[in-house]
């Protein structure tokens, strides 16, 4: 299966750009997206396809990468961002996804 | 809008089976695929498999002997069911909307699933 491998966990201060990385164990062309997750809730689609803005997702957030390094970035981060990023491939069979990075702010 | 509603029993004995149900709104299960995803104490997410507008199935390999999703589209609902639970399959069970395979865009609320005797 593709492991794909995120850092823990990230603290930011309000206002501050952040960038979260996934990198993936083999290519995966630009089939990665990208998941918030806040306590309690289930996952929210952010962005699909590497860089693809998903409906009603403020613009702060975007999306870049291909192959096997991939990038979420958040601009400038909000006190309501603080949740948990998933990265998630559909390219290799099965789809997986890693294991998540929690954003804390400082 | 499309929205997604798991139900089941919150507590599983080990080696019985796990049987959820999601019900859909706003959307024809009849479209698109629909997948069942579960998410481990400790952040780890699985996709277990999905099932498509045709009524295929595709599940991960790691549980193909156990897993089951089929569907009821006159009630425009599916379902999930895994034989021979253990403990390890003590999880957050989440239904979505798998967007023509390839990744979930809309998700059900999740329903905690305790594997215990």
């Known amino acids: 299966d593709t492991v794909l491998t995120q850092s823990p966990a990230l603290a930011v201060s309000p206002g501050e750009r952040v960038s979260i990385s996934c990198r993936a164990s083999e290519g995966v062309n630009s089939y990665m997206h990208w998941y918030q997750q806040k306590p309690g809730q289930q996952p929210k689609l952010l962005i699909y396809k590497a860089s693809n803005l998903a409906s009603g997702v403020p613009a702060r957030f975007s999306g870049s990468g291909s192959g096997t390094d991939f990038t979420l970035t958040i601009d400038p981060v909000e006190a309501d961002d603080t949740a948990t990023y998933f990265c998630q491939q559909s390219w290799n069979d099965p789809p997986t996804f890693g294991g998540g990075t929690k954003l804390e702010l400082k | ?117």
């Open chain 2, 1 to 117: 809008e499309v929205q997604l509603q798991e139900s089941g029993p919150g507590l599983v004995k080990p080696s019985q089976s796990l049987s959820l149900t999601c019900s859909v709104t706003g959307y024809s299960i009849t479209s698109n695929y629909w997948g069942w995803i579960r998410k481990f104490p400790g952040n780890k997410m699985e996709w277990m498999g999905y099932i498509s507008y045709s009524g295929s199935t595709s599940y991960n390999p790691s549980l193909k002997s156990r897993i089951s999703i089929t569907r009821d589209t006159s009630k425009n609902q599916f379902f999930l069911q895994l034989n021979s639970v253990t403990t390890e399959d003590t999880a957050t069970y989440y239904c979505a909307r798998w967007w023509y395979g390839g990744y979930p865009d809309y998700w059900g609320q999740g329903v905690m699933v305790t594997v215990s005797s």
